[in-house]
T-cell receptor, first 113, second 114 residues
């Protein structure tokens, strides 16, 4: 069962444009992570958000965690070709002492020069 | 520090065969997790090993197994391969700093089953 929905699934834009991708769930997460995966590589952690309503900035990337800790968004300003990749979100659920990550399918972003 | 390394990077097998994949975590990391990634299902958690013991397991059939050695290196084995096992298999080692866990992924092994 897919518990984390990411949208859009695919996005192709021109260099310099702004974009927002979304990660939505009906479940509450203790934290949420965003990763970027480039072709032929494993995912690389970009950010972890923990508090409802939290906003984190990483250069041109702005991450927001929803107030209810069920959803998140990633906004990229003035996209560059180097931003091309698969953006994955993963929500953390805790069951007892176990921590489980629920993954979205990702948004595949292509930034054209 | 060297990152997570996985071998081989690419593999082609036929149905019914078995395969063993290897993962070396970042030095000092004792936790290793394995994932299967496919376009339709995304990342699916296989299992996690910590100090040579399986700590968590995902919902995969018994054909998928793993182990971890005393030097934290881990292997994953898939027996009686099926076409649907074609995927990118990712290994991740984990660090816990200031109470927050961070996973570092290897580049993956791309398995094609014919």
């Amino acid at each position: 069962t897919q518990l984390l929905e990411q949208s859009p699934q695919f996005l192709s834009i021109q260099e310099g444009e702004n974009l927002t991708v979304y990660c939505n769930s009906s479940s509450v997460f203790s934290s949420l992570q965003w990763y970027r995966q480039e072709p032929g590589e494993g995912p690389v952690l970009l950010v972890t958000v923990v508090t409802g309503g939290e906003v984190k900035k990483l250069k041109r990337l702005t991450f927001q965690f929803g107030d209810a800790r069920k959803d998140s968004s990633l906004h990229i300003t003035a996209a560059q070709p180097g931003d091309t990749g698969l953006y994955l979100c993963a929500g953390a659920e805790h069951a007892g002492n176990n921590r489980k990550l629920i993954w979205g399918l990702g948004t595949s972003l292509a930034v054209n020069p | 520090k060297a990152g997570v390394t996985q071998t081989p990077r690419y593999l082609i097998k036929t149905r019914g065969q078995q395969v063993t994949l290897s993962c070396s975590p970042i030095s000092g990391h004792r936790s290793v997790s394995w994932y299967q990634q496919t376009p339709g299902q995304g990342l699916q958690f296989l299992f996690e090993y910590f100090s040579e013991t399986q700590r968590n397991k995902g919902n995969f059939p018994g054909r998928f197994s793993g182990r971890q050695f005393s030097n934290s290196r881990s292997e994953m084995n898939v027996s009686t391969l099926e076409l649907g096992d074609s995927a990118l298999y990712l290994c991740a080692s984990k660090a816990n700093r200031a109470g927050r866990e961070t996973q570092y992924f290897g580049p993956g092994t791309r398995l094609l089953v014919l």
